[in-house]
T-cell receptor, first 112, second 112 residues
Framework: KQEVTQIPAALSVPEGENLVLNCSFTDSAIYNLQWFRQDPGKGLTSLLLIQSSQREQTSGRLNASLDKSSGRSTLYIAASQPGDSATYLCAAHGTGRRALTFGSGTRLQVQP | DGGITQSPKYLFRKEGQNVTLSCEQNLNHDAMYWYRQDPGQGLRLIYYSQIVNDFQKGDIAEGYSVSREKKESFPLTVTSAQKNPTAFYLC???????????FGPGTRLTVL
């Protein structure tokens, strides 16, 4: 059974810092890995999707990498801003079941 | 505007009652999903449907039921058999079951 872990659970940084959020998964047989942002009390916003054949995806200040062999993905946020404050969730889409398995998230606070 | 709508935003249930959460999408997606989120945790899969008139149990299906009579609708019923239903419920859809999922705004259910 796929398990997804995110470290750290919470992170507080000053504005302008570059930061890395970590995600690990136990079963490397995945279709893709998706990163989401969740604001308090809201639904999920898809940030980046990395297909199993890809190594990374970029969108603006965000870059996500995928290393299937080691069961790891990272989300890199450049030049963080207070508006980036939210919970970031990663989710692995396994080949054995047609839905996502989520990590518990990293709660990010960017201090102005 | 294309998207996923969930209603109501807030729902209160008395002990012993069944309640139904609505999820509608106009994205013409084949696959739809229901997830449950508890405070400080990731999402857990309740049910998913890859096509009309077909659905499968997820990890925590006990006490829940679904139907998929129309492509655009996937309602979730929380029955009295669900012992701890207070949670945030999120509906999602995808064009195929192995690619990017998009989420609705969620319904917060509270048992009185």
């Amino acid at each position: 059974k796929q398990e997804v872990t995110q470290i750290p659970a919470a992170l507080s940084v000053p504005e302008g810092e570059n930061l890395v959020l970590n995600c690990s998964f136990t079963d490397s047989a995945i279709y893709n890995l998706q990163w989401f942002r969740q604001d308090p009390g809201k639904g999920l916003t898809s940030l980046l999707l990395i297909q199993s054949s890809q190594r990374e995806q970029t969108s603006g200040r965000l870059n996500a990498s995928l290393d299937k062999s080691s069961g790891r993905s990272t989300l890199y946020i450049a030049a963080s801003q207070p508006g980036d404050s939210a919970t970031y969730l990663c989710a692995a889409h396994g080949t054995g079941r047609r839905a996502l398995t989520f990590g518990s998230g990293t709660r990010l606070q960017v201090q102005p | 505007d294309g998207g996923i709508t969930q209603s109501p935003k807030y729902l209160f249930r008395k002990e012993g009652q069944n309640v139904t959460l609505s999820c509608e999408q106009n994205l013409n997606h084949d696959a739809m999903y229901w997830y449950r989120q508890d405070p400080g945790q990731g999402l857990r899969l309740i049910y998913y449907s890859q096509i009309v008139n077909d659905f499968q149990k997820g990890d925590i299906a006990e006490g829940y039921s679904v139907s998929r009579e129309k492509k655009e609708s996937f309602p979730l019923t929380v029955t009295s058999a669900q012992k701890n239903p207070t949670a945030f419920y999120l509906c999602a859809s995808s064009d195929r079951s192995d690619i990017e999922q998009f989420f609705g705004p969620g319904t917060r259910l509270t048992v009185l």
